[in-house]
């Protein structure tokens, strides 16, 4: 069973910069795509960047375009989310998942798409 575990994260000021990691562990080998999510009170699990373990693929939501990166260390089987300028209203948990790719179907961008999921860290970004 594939376990996803997450560090990093925390409070910081607007403008500031995180970074979060999450490592796979088990049988990661099955797990084609990373992703990492938010979900804010109140609000849906929301995409926020992906990246896909062979080629190195990114993608990432227009709304942290330029400012957030994801980056892979193979070896490790762990994936990075750099975080910067970060806004007040990117206060959230933050999630990272694995796809297996068992629902082709669905895109990358959806919650559903994934199959293995952290346990997810808050972010709180004061102004």
């Known amino acids: 069973q594939v376990q996803l575990v997450?560090?990093?994260?925390?409070?910081v000021q607007a403008g500031g910069s995180l970074r979060f990691a999450?490592?796979?562990?088990g049988r990661p080998f099955n797990i084609r795509r990373m992703g990492w999510f938010r979900q804010a009170p109140g609000k849906?699990?929301?995409?926020?960047?992906?990246?896909?373990?062979?080629?190195?693929?990114?993608?990432y939501d227009d709304s942290v375009k330029g400012r957030f990166i994801?980056?892979?260390?193979n070896a490790?089987?762990?994936?990075?989310?750099q975080?910067?300028?970060l806004k007040p209203e990117e206060t959230a948990v933050y999630f990272?998942?694995?796809?297996?790719?068992?629902r082709p179907f669905v895109a990358p961008t959806a919650p559903f798409r994934y199959e293995y999921?952290?346990?997810?860290?808050?972010?709180t970004v004061s102004s």
Do not use: K
């Open 6 to 11: 997450e560090s990093g994260g925390g409070s």
């Open 22 to 25: 999450c490592t796979a562990s």
């Open 44 to 59: 849906d699990r929301e995409f926020v960047a992906a990246i896909t373990w062979g080629g190195g693929e990114t993608s």
């Open 70 to 73: 994801i980056f892979r260390d």
């Open 76 to 81: 490790e089987n762990t994936v990075y989310l």
């Open 83 to 85: 975080m910067n300028s």
């Open 96 to 102: 990272c998942a694995g796809d297996r790719e068992t």
């Open 117 to 123: 999921w952290g346990q997810g860290t808050e972010v």
